[in-house]
């Protein structure tokens, strides 16, 4: 039931590789989701303000202007969710991207499982920061086996009563808050240390070791934080109860 609210969703894909944007466009209709075409970036701007979709599909590679200049130009006026696409081991392209208000990035190449997960993150996320506002709410959120009392700064995992330090327990609402989301490092220390802080990534790291071993002792808590290698962390959203 669940996914039948995303058949009204409108993706706008700009992307100039033909195949590529075959693929996606047919992935996408498999799974019921309305479709938008740009192959330029000056086409999928006008496209995203004349259409408003729910999601844009961004390739940072383009023929006409540079994919940033595309999420420039689309976040000068709008909050729709961006995920970039660009190739793999082009990490600092995503973490500029990222920075720059993207919402989520897609490493070239990839499966339909991925493309279709993303977007449904990036869908959610975006509802429910517009019905919620940004804050944690203040009832308490469970993903998977964490269970995260904002209001009683309580935090469990598989049922056992977990102790953060104020650190760790920034780190995690956090991610919570932004849950299946990539957050760069540097989103991560302006959250949780404050702006203006330098970017200390083996800071951020030591941290988030720390309160993995403490939320993934238990075998069945495993692989809840996520690494993404060279741009941040991503708490897991996909355990399927939402
Ligand atoms: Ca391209």
């Avoid at 309305?34 to 729910?54: H, I, M």
């Avoid at 995260?148 to 009563?161: I, K, L, M, Y």
Wanted: proline share 5%.
């Amino acid at each position: 039931m669940r996914d039948d609210s995303w058949n009204t969703s409108v993706v706008l894909v700009i992307e100039d590789d033909r195949p590529v944007l075959n693929f996606i466009a047919a992935t996408l209709k498999a799974n019921g989701f309305r479709l938008l075409t740009a192959e330029t970036g000056t086409a999928g701007v006008a496209l995203t303000y004349s259409k408003t979709p729910d999601v844009v599909l961004l390739d940072l590679g383009l023929p006409d202007i540079d994919g940033m200049e595309v999420l420039r130009r689309i976040r000068e006026e709008l909050e729709i969710p961006v995920i970039v696409v660009s190739a793999r081991g082009n990490e600092r392209a995503k973490v500029d991207a990222l920075e720059a208000g993207a919402d989520d990035y897609l490493s070239k190449p990839f499966g339909t499982g991925e493309l279709i997960a993303r977007i449904r993150v990036s869908l959610r996320h975006y509802r429910r920061s517009r019905s919620a506002g940004s804050a944690v709410s203040a009832e308490p959120i469970r993903v998977g086996p964490i269970l995260f009392d904002g209001q009683r700064r309580e935090v469990h995992s598989n049922g056992t009563r977990v102790h953060l330090t104020p650190i760790e327990f920034r780190l995690l609402e956090e991610l919570v808050r932004e849950r299946g989301k990539v957050l760069t490092h540097a989103h991560l220390v302006a959250r949780v240390w404050g702006p203006g802080q330098p970017v200390d990534r083996h800071n951020v790291r030591v941290f988030m070791a720390t309160l993995r071993r403490k939320l993934e002792s238990s075998p069945d808590c495993q692989r809840i934080i996520l690494t993404e290698v060279g741009i941040g962390y991503r708490l897991r959203d996909d355990w399927g109860s939402g």
